[in-house]
């Protein structure tokens, strides 16, 4: 009997190690993330917290572990089923998420394994709400000191976007509308750093005079009753593609 018994102890302990090393082995695997499961008016009901397979680097990709991520208007675009050529409907369950900030697992390129870095994807799928990211390295670059990771994932898109439109505009009069916004209050920084030549923009709310954009801008309006034409360029600070021009004859 105590022969026996000891046969069946060895078996559930050897049973309760498999299946301990199962469990870890797939923690190993997987990981959270945010879901979206399909198209829907409101995010609380198309998204959930579930478990996909985390990622492994490639020779393109390094691994990040995510520390913090931000949600882009493409992300509500897709989930909300408003799709264009730019932004195509994705596969499910999707995850959503498109600028991060993590610590690089895999390093690749310039960036070796424990570096903090931010970065945004190239396009779909872009997955930063999940505990893993895939990252091209040359789309990535290492966090400032004195940001915090949850600053740092919400600079790439705006930043970028900002950039791209501000080096067009040197010896410029620039009017930014939405001057205090995601991509506007970089804008009015950016359009300064190109050498344009006067900067005004639009607000909804007063600034404190210590604020940080508000020694950069010359000229604050509140509202649209302070407008006037004498603006070589109007400048859309949620929109950084599209600008147009405006003289005393009259505005766009």
Request: glycine share 10%; charged share 25%; net charge negative.
């Amino acid at each position: 009997w105590s022969m026996m018994m000891k046969s069946k102890l060895m078996l559930l302990v050897f049973g309760l190690s498999s299946r301990r090393k199962e469990g870890l082995c797939r923690a190993m695997t997987m990981m959270r993330s945010v879901l979206g499961t399909g198209f829907g008016e409101k995010m609380e009901e198309v998204i959930e917290l579930g478990e996909v397979e985390r990622p492994e680097a490639t020779d393109e990709k390094m691994l990040v572990r995510v520390l913090a991520c931000a949600l882009q208007p493409g992300d509500i675009r897709v989930l909300s089923g408003q799709c264009d050529k730019y932004q195509a409907p994705p596969s499910w369950p999707y995850t959503p998420g498109g600028d991060v900030c993590g610590v690089v697992v895999e390093g690749r390129g310039p960036f070796l394994k424990g570096d903090c870095v931010f970065a945004l994807f190239d396009g779909a799928p872009r997955g930063g709400m999940a505990e893993y990211a895939l990252i091209r390295p040359e789309l990535a670059a290492h966090k400032p000191e004195t940001a915090t990771p949850l600053e740092a994932a919400a600079l790439p898109s705006s930043a970028l976007s900002a950039y791209l439109a501000a080096k067009k505009f040197r010896g410029k009069r620039v009017l930014v509308l939405g001057g205090t916004g995601g991509v506007g209050a970089h804008l009015v920084q950016l359009v300064k750093i190109f050498g344009a030549t006067y900067v005004a923009a639009t607000t909804t709310k007063t600034l404190d005079q210590d604020h940080i954009l508000h020694s950069v801008v010359d000229r604050w309006l509140l509202g649209h009753d302070d407008w006037d034409d004498d603006w070589d360029v109007l400048q859309d600070g949620d929109s950084p593609d599209s600008s147009s021009s405006s003289s005393s004859s009259g505005s766009s």
